[in-house]
């Protein structure tokens, strides 16, 4: 029997109500299999652990999840009790630093049974490649000054290391997809950092010549991603722009609460971590009305990535089959609740 460790971490709001919920799945799942067994190490990493203690994780947190197969989030943030900015930098954006995960997988596709807001959206497929290591999340600057004297510096940081091994994951990508690639810039607006940008993916297309390559400017490119998602294969971005484009890519399927994300550590030091697209959702919690979709789709992204395609493929089976039976939450149009929707999705599973 084959022991994969998963780090476990809740975080906040509906990551609380969702994540512990969807862990039965994962038991099944391994059940089928035979061969592996899940050993859970649940962390109370959160908003609320940060009023207790003063920090969002212990110092020998990073360690401990360093040691673990993999990161199960679900989301950090609760803003009435800390600042947004201190408790994503402390959890969330620390655990992408520190595990060195560079990359950010985020798909939006077509899926049957989910009313997409557009009148059209006919068969879309496309996956967000997202520079996770840099850009606009940037520590590099400061504040001076009070009152109408006041300034505030924020710094984006481009480096070629980082972007180059971007752009080449997502061409590779692209190499296994349909041949094409699109990459979100703002040259026009941006003096420095974008046309460095776009020059270095005109470099890589250069060695890619399979690849059918366009540079869109994020502006053209959100509406582009509305008025003609299947247009789109891969897209590569900067930090911030992939951020936003993901939930235009969510909101575009139908809800932010099925999207799903996958941090990926390309050098093997360390384990990825994977985590819906979405935030902790102060607006809904304790109503037991989340969407688990996104957080169960990020679950089979987890499988994959850790070899086991075959459950990966098994668990995305019984979200599809539940999604188009009609037992769907309240975002998509459905009137299930969350337990309602996981319990199905567990069913279904046993019973293939
Ligand atoms: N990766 C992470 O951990 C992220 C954390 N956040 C944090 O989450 C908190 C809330 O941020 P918001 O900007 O409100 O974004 P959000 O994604 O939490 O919520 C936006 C809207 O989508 C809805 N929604 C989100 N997930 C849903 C689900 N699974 N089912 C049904 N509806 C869902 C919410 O109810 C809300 O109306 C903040 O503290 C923010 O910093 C935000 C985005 C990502
Ligand atoms: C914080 C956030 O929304 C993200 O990095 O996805
Ligand atoms: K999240
Ligand atoms: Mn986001």
């Known amino acids: 029997m084959k022991k994969t460790t998963l780090s476990v971490i809740p975080g906040d709001g509906i990551g609380k109500e969702i994540v512990p919920a969807t862990l039965k799945i994962l038991d099944t799942l391994a059940e089928i299999d035979g061969g592996i067994q899940f050993e859970y190490n649940q962390y109370p990493w959160s908003c609320e652990y940060y009023l207790e203690h003063g920090v969002m994780m212990p110092d020998d947190g990073m360690t401990k999840l360093q040691q673990s197969d993999a990161i199960y989030l679900g989301a950090v943030g609760n803003p009435k009790l800390v600042p947004d900015h201190i ?15 560079v990359i950010n997988i985020r798909p939006a596709q077509y899926i049957k049974g989910v009313k997409s807001p557009l009148a059209e959206p006919n068969d879309f497929n496309f996956l967000v490649v997202r520079e996770n290591s840099e850009g606009e999340y940037s520590e590099v600057g400061g504040r001076i000054h009070s009152g109408s004297d006041e300034i505030a510096i924020q710094n984006a940081v481009f480096t070629r290391n980082a972007t180059e091994r971007t752009m080449r994951y997502a061409f590779e990508l692209a190499n296994k997809r349909n041949g094409q690639l699109t990459s979100a810039t703002k040259s026009n607006g941006i003096v420095h950092s974008m046309p460095f940008w776009d020059q270095v993916f005109q470099e890589l297309a250069g060695e890619y010549p399979d690849i059918k390559t366009q540079s869109n400017h994020i502006d053209a490119l959100a509406a582009f991603l509305v008025s003609k998602p299947d247009q789109f294969d891969v897209i590569v971005a900067s930090n911030l722009f992939g951020d936003i484009l993901t939930d235009l890519g969510a909101a575009v399927m139908g809800s932010i609460g099925i999207a799903p994300a996958a941090n990926i550590n390309l050098n093997g030091k360390y384990p990825s971590m994977f985590e819906p697209v979405h935030g902790s959702a102060p607006d809904i919690i304790g109503q037991g009305i989340a969407n688990p979709i996104g957080q169960l789709w990020t679950a089979k992204m987890m499988l994959d990535h850790l070899g086991l395609e075959e459950l990966g493929g098994l668990l995305f089976r019984a979200i599809k089959e539940t999604i188009a039976e009609g037992i769907k939450t ?5 009137t299930s609740t969350m337990n309602e929707v996981i319990n199905h999705i567990h069913a279904k599973i046993k019973s293939y």
């Open 87 to 101: 408790s994503l930098w402390g959890l969330l954006i620390k655990i992408r630093r520190e595990c060195e995960q």
């Open 330 to 334: 309240k975002d998509l149009g459905g």
